[in-house]
């Protein structure tokens, strides 16, 4: 038995096979072939444990304190180089737990990962993974901004449909376009989406729950400060509340929305009136009105609006800047005109009867799907959003009240 030959083939240099899957440890620095750590260390420890253990144990004292050396030696070579050399680069470190520590983070933070790449031992190249290597990870199921939804349309194309649209229905109603202010709902959008209206030029833009508004409004402060310290400049942007507010919340609310929407009840205004006691200007509000006199829709009577109003005009913090409403689930575009007709009448009741003050100016009426009839009859504050954001690509949390 060539005990010699074994351990030169098994402990020595890299083999063929090893060297093929990266540059080696027993590889030099100029890549020829070299001696592993892990296989000197055993022949090492192997041969100290022969040599003391030829020698007389009871004439050679010495012996005895190199046979644990040589065993430790023998312990840690053998699993450190049991099957050829570890795949190191030419500083000597382990390359796979420096493709570990480098891996992107990947969908986490909404990066697409990179496909798997190997290293060649010669030049380390990135090649094309064998066959059977694991696939890359997909996409997360967020839409990015720039692909198209059912229809073939992009999200600059959807936005500037309606705007086309909002300016056709301003001209039928005898106003000019820029007479109506598209507010863009965002709730089901994401924020990549908002980023880029902004660069298109939308200012306005709207969230229905507190909590993913404060969370949006922080995201794209964070954003334009960037672009504010790398260009110089950042788009603007302008917040609003238009879902129903819990009192609870009316702190954070306030704190980043410049209009909210939805003020249905004197406790509502008053709760406000509390909350904004240290803000240098008065939060600006919209009575809500249920037009429709539908059960599921907050808001006050028709009949009720002008003294809300009155009620909010006497508060020193709060502002009310107008009516809003929405048209009835049912009855399609009939039943939306004869809405929308009823809250302009009370709108302008309020606005001749001098009950909101010189700055009651906003009729904010239409969504989606009827904001060309609301424009007809004199709105000129539209609620868009899945006619520019497109298929959901957020849905909202039932707990996120």
């Not at 892990?38 to 304190?65: I, K, N, Q, Y």
């Not at 689930?329 to 809250?343: K, M, N, T, V």
């Amino acid at each position: 038995m060539n005990i010699g030959g074994d351990l030169l083939r098994r402990y020595g240099p890299a083999r063929p096979a090893a060297r093929a899957r990266g540059r080696s440890g027993g590889e030099g620095p100029d890549g020829g072939l070299g001696w592993s750590a892990a296989g000197l260390t055993l022949l090492g420890g192997l041969a100290t444990l022969a040599v003391c253990t030829m020698v007389a144990w009871d004439r050679e004292p010495f012996a005895r304190a190199f046979l644990p050396v040589a065993a430790i030696a023998v312990a840690v070579g053998a699993p450190g180089h049991a099957d050829g050399a570890r795949a190191l680069d030419p500083r000597g470190r382990d390359l796979r737990l420096l493709a570990i520590a480098r891996a992107p983070l990947g969908l986490a933070h909404g990066v697409r990962p990179s496909p798997p790449q190997e290293v060649v031992a010669d030049d380390r190249r990135p090649v094309t993974p064998r066959a059977g290597a694991a696939a890359p990870a997909a996409y997360p199921a967020c839409m990015s901004t720039g692909t198209q939804d059912a229809n073939g349309t992009t999200l600059a194309q959807r936005f500037a449909d309606v705007k086309s649209r909002i300016a056709a229905a301003a001209r039928r109603s005898g106003r000019r376009p820029e007479d109506v202010m598209l507010v863009v709902v965002s709730k089901s959008g994401t924020v990549d989406q908002v980023r880029e209206l902004m660069q298109l030029g939308q200012v306005d833009f709207a969230e229905n729950r507190v909590q993913q508004l404060v969370q949006r409004a922080a995201q794209v402060d964070e954003w334009r400060m960037r672009r504010i310290e790398l260009a110089g400049e950042a788009p603007l942007v302008r917040w609003h509340m238009i879902g129903s507010l819990q009192r609870n919340k009316v702190k954070k609310a306030i704190e980043c929305t410049r209009l909210v929407h939805s003020v249905d009840s004197l406790r509502l205004a008053e709760e406000i009136q509390s909350a904004a006691s240290r803000r240098e200007a008065p939060v600006e509000v919209l009575v809500e009105v249920n037009v429709a006199g539908e059960s599921s829709k907050a808001g006050v009577a028709p009949g009720a609006a002008k003294h809300l109003v009155a009620q909010v005009e006497t508060m020193v913090n709060v502002r009310a800047r107008g009516l809003m409403c929405m048209a009835p689930l049912e009855g399609g575009a009939g039943a939306a005109r004869a809405a929308f007709e009823r809250c302009r009448e009370i709108y302008e009741d309020i606005r001749q009867s001098g009950a909101g003050g010189t700055r009651f100016d906003i009729l904010s009426m239409g969504m989606s799907g009827d904001f060309e009839v609301a424009v007809e009859c004199g709105s000129n504050l539209v609620r868009v959003g899945g006619a520019v954001i497109g298929p959901p690509q957020v849905f909202e949390d039932p707990a996120d009240a």
